[in-house]
């Protein structure tokens, strides 16, 4: 089992900044392929940025330039750093984990709202 605690959510100006956190416990395989998901209401869930183990990180065209994932593999962490949000970055953002045999796991979720 994996266990996946999103924080960092909140409201936010335009153009201002967060940082989302997630912890792992349990049997994750690594943090070098975990990632960052949105659901924004009405949408289906997407990607926002992930780790590939032996490959580049992905990130959506949409936050290229301005998010930033990032990880510390000795405490299972990952992180999410956005800057310049804007209002269309408004979602729930959860995070993805695999364990040892490469079942997927998610978070319950962390609320960003980007409003003036």
């Known amino acids: 089992q994996v266990q996946l605690m999103e924080s960092g959510g909140g409201l936010v100006q335009p153009g201002g900044s967060l940082r989302l956190s997630c912890a792992a416990s349990?049997?994750?395989?690594?943090?070098?392929?975990m990632g960052w998901y949105r659901q924004a209401p009405g949408k289906e869930r997407e990607l926002v940025a992930a780790f590939n183990i032996g490959g580049p990180t992905n990130y959506a065209d949409s936050v290229k330039g301005r998010f930033t994932i990032s990880r510390d593999n000795a405490r299972n962490m990952l992180y999410l750093q956005m800057n310049s949000l804007k209002p269309e970055d408004t979602a729930v953002y959860y995070c993805k984990a695999y364990d040892k045999i490469m079942r997927a796991y998610w978070g319950q979720g962390t609320q960003v709202t980007v409003s003036s």
């Open positions: 349990g049997s994750i395989f690594s943090t070098a392929n």
